[in-house]
């Protein structure tokens, strides 16, 4: 035992630079399987932390349930605790938006609403406000005083006429930042009120619940149990809202272990190629060395305790400092992620207080257990190997060995003339599975690089902006239904006087900077399979600008933007069928189509099927020719402009178009910039912490190309030696060593970027189907294969340099005495 200790610790020591790159491989992979876990960890934690901060406690609301229904869930054997509420209108207001609402007790509880002072409202004439409420109404007020709103019930699905009444201040609630750049509050009415005002038959609450659960129930249980109780009154998806954010918090949420450790694996998986390749790269100069120690007694299982001790000892000097730089890296990297994006959103801002007040454990004694488990158990078997070839060495074969591979007929090939491409060849050829396993492992790593990038290439923040605009700036009318106040807001009326009319575009179109503005139209329909939703979907009239991008978009069926000019064809955006997914391509639909006033029946075929933006489609998932649209309507059905500018984002221009939209009072603009600012903050996190996981990945992987071009200089220093003394000069050493280095750099070029690029677009399409980053165009990932490219290549040249240098240090004499 004492021996095996004794000679594992002297080669630790008499093969340093071996051992410093697999030390190096080896606190990367400790870093990489420390800070995975930790950073989701806190971030899961931050997160959880928040949400309790801020998100009501609610497992569930369902929404419009009438009050018997209401008596019945509060029953029901599976809910633990409820509380209601209900929308009773808005204050008619100017510049704010004032929701008046009941809640009982335990809804103030389940919203986590809490007074500043006074009394939940008892009376009819009782309200409780806020501060911005007064200053909106343009009132002062105490609790006691009385002030006068004007208000908009909600009945007969609309708002009704406004009215006015005299309401005694009861209780305050505080502002929030939100609320107060927004100019959106919350004020509190009585039940007595709701029921004056709104007929009983038309009362509708949300009823809020918690439900009975056991311990180690996880989110999917709770899930399943709020889904039956809905089913068992009957109340559908669209009015169920379930909490999974609270409840994500709160209980086990088996969702989140499965990528971290997928991640965990992805980095055992390059440490065991690492640190394995690097041994065997190293194993064959060692060949006589365990064959001297075979020949003076030493057993099989002794050779493979040397094997495994001197890869323990080196794990046991770098695991530690690779948990220490682990540990600072934790904190400061998370603290940099919500940092960058405080100010993104009111949970980012408060997840940066929480992380810099210290408020959440950011350390926990398990993940370093389990990181030095994991890394050790990395070694382990990437030794395994390396043990077993150890193991196998004969005595006489190792006496024998001269410090090729194993010894056979020589099969060097032999040349009149020898040059530097020549001898290269030849070294590579004698050692081939060196050479392989080398290219392999780090094309490992490229592959899954290339992969990433893709991902992260496609998740274009300008490309999602672009996708959810068509212009940089959509001005529309604003649409209003159901108000009896604002009569004008119904799309009939807007129809009949569209504020966007020639004059407007003219005006638009004079404004410097836009070089073009495209009209859109609708065409509101109901009837065939909208019948449930009459009235909800319309018809998207397209300009001629975007034939071609029409065309493109679809996947199933055959179309030209010629035959939509008719009236009669439509192309159903695809989106439109997870709500109506029987409509097939061929079919013909029986619409009523709604004109300003008048109403009447049109066939209309689907004669495609496709897939596009929602800044194509505006949510209109039936698309016409804006030609075909107009011939169905006698009204102006315009319904976006389509800003197009000389520039993505342009100052002097939005500030002219906001001011005609503010100077109209019955438009709305939606601009580029603020989607691509809603897009980059998003992205930033995610991109942050992706690129840095790769970085640290190719590091390992890097650590081979290092390690086999050290290696093989080291064993070949005699032989070296010998042909410099004939005369290799110190230049042609250099270049065949950056040949060397330039066939590995090739080698794994050629596998990472061509097998990453191929797996990268299954990808994109997954990527595409699930909606992830909202992504919907390729991009090859150009950027990230040149740095992939200039990293191999500079690494490789500066490593020739460096072993060339190194070589130089030794003279002739002690380069041909050298012996392993």
Excluded at 320 to 338: D, R, S, Y
Aim: some cysteine; hydrophobic content about 40%; overall charge neutral.
């Amino acid at each position: 035992m004492k021996m095996t200790t004794r000679v594992a610790y002297c080669n630790m020591r008499h093969y340093k630079s071996k051992n410093i790159l697999i030390g190096i491989a080896i606190i990367l992979t400790t870093l990489l399987l420390f800070v995975i876990p930790s950073i989701g960890k806190d971030m899961v934690e931050v997160n959880f932390a928040v949400i309790n901060k801020i998100y009501p406690t609610w497992h569930a609301l369902y929404r419009n349930v009438d009050e018997s229904t209401v008596m019945k869930l509060a029953a029901h054997h599976d809910v633990k605790t409820y509380g209601l509420r209900s929308d009773a209108g808005y204050m008619n207001l100017e510049d704010a938006t004032v929701s008046m609402m009941y809640m009982d007790r335990t809804g103030m509880e389940l919203y986590k609403v809490k007074l500043k002072e006074g009394q939940l409202p008892q009376k009819e004439n009782d309200i409780v406000v806020s501060k911005g409420i007064l200053e909106a109404l343009g009132q002062n007020g105490k609790i006691g005083d009385t002030i006068t709103v004007p208000y908009q019930i909600l009945k007969d699905d609309g708002l009704d006429y406004t009215k006015e009444k005299d309401f005694r201040i009861c209780g305050f609630l505080a502002d929030n930042e939100s609320s107060k750049e927004q100019k959106q509050y919350t004020s509190l009415v009585s039940e007595a009120f709701l029921k004056a005002e709104i007929p009983v038959e038309q009362v509708k609450y949300r009823f809020l619940l918690q439900v009975n659960g056991q311990k180690g129930n996880t989110t999917a249980d709770y899930t399943e149990t709020i889904q039956n109780i809905a089913r068992q009154f009957g109340i559908s998806e669209d009015d169920m809202n379930i909490n999974k954010e609270y409840l994500a918090a709160n209980y086990v949420d088996p969702a989140t272990i499965p990528v971290i450790v997928g991640i965990m694996l992805i980095v055992v998986l390059a440490g065991i190629i690492t640190i394995y390749s690097v041994y065997y790269v190293s194993m064959n100069q060692r060949v006589r060395e365990f064959g001297k120690l075979k020949a003076i007694g030493a057993t099989k299982r002794q050779l493979r305790q040397i094997v495994l001790r001197e890869g323990m000892g080196v794990a046991l000097f770098a695991i530690p400092i690779g948990l220490l730089i682990g540990t600072v890296a934790v904190k400061v990297v998370l603290l940099q992620f919500v940092e960058h994006a405080k100010d993104s959103n009111v949970l980012i801002t408060e997840a940066y207080k929480v992380v810099a007040k210290g408020e959440v454990q950011l350390y926990y004694w398990w993940i370093y257990l389990l990181a030095i488990a994991v890394t050790l158990c990395t070694v382990y078997l990437s030794l395994m190997k390396p043990m077993r070839m150890a193991a196998k060495v004969s005595e006489i074969e190792a006496m024998r060995y001269q410090g090729g591979s194993k010894r056979q007929k020589s099969s060097r090939k032999g040349y009149q003339f020898l040059n530097i491409g020549r001898l290269t060849k030849r070294n590579l050829a004698e050692n081939k599975k060196k050479s392989t396993i080398t290219i392999v492992s780090m094309a490992v790593t490229g592959i899954f690089v290339m992969m990433v990038a893709t991902v992260l290439s496609c998740a274009n923040p300008m490309e999602s902006a672009k996708s959810s605009i068509v212009g940089q700036y959509e001005i529309s009318p604003i649409v209003e239904s159901g108000n009896k106040e604002h009569p004008e807001y119904e799309w009939a009326e807007v129809q009949k006087n569209n504020p966007l009319n020639e004059g407007l575009k003219q005006q638009i179109e004079e404004l410097d900077g836009v070089e073009r503005v495209d009209v859109f139209t609708a065409l509101k329909v109901s009837g065939g399979p909208f019948e449930e939703k009459i009235g909800t979907e319309f018809i998207n009239g397209v300009p001629e600008e975007y034939a071609e991008e029409l065309k493109k978009g679809i996947t199933e069926g055959n179309v030209t933007y010629e035959e939509l000019k008719s009236g009669d064809k439509v192309i159903l955006d695809r989106a439109l069928l997870h709500w109506y997914p029987d409509i097939k391509v061929g079919d013909k639909l029986k619409l009523n189509i709604h004109d300003g006033d008048n109403t009447f029946q049109k066939e209309i075929e689907v004669a495609a099927i496709g897939e596009y933006g929602r800044g194509l489609t505006n949510y209109n998932c039936l698309i016409m020719a804006k030609e075909g649209a107009e011939k169905l309507t006698i009204n102006n059905s315009s319904s976006y402009f389509q800003v197009i500018a000389d520039k993505d984002y342009d100052e002097a221009l939005e500030a002219s178009l906001q001011a005609i939209v503010d100077g109209s009072g019955r438009l709305q603009m939606r601009t580029w910039k603020n989607e691509y600012d809603t897009w980059e903050n998003a992205m930033q996190m995610t991109r942050g912490a992706c690129y840095a996981f790769i970085i640290i990945l190719a590091a390992i992987s890097i650590m081979n190309l290092i390690n086999t071009m050290i290696n093989s200089v080291h064993v070949r220093k005699k032989e070296l030696g010998m042909m410099q003394a004939i005369g290799m000069s110190d230049r042609q050493l250099m270049k065949m060593l950056q040949l060397e280095g330039i066939f590995y750099t090739v080698g794994t070029l050629i596998i990472s970027i061509g097998v990453g690029s191929l797996a990268g677009y299954p990808l994109f399409l997954y990527a595409k189907r699930t909606g992830m980053f909202d992504i919907s165009t390729y991009h090859y990932p150009v950027t990230a294969a040149i740095i992939i490219i200039l990293t191999l290549f500079v690494i490789q040249m500066l490593l020739a340099i460096f072993i060339a240098k190194s070589v130089r240090k030794d003279s002739l004499i002690e380069r041909i005495r050298f012996s392993e």
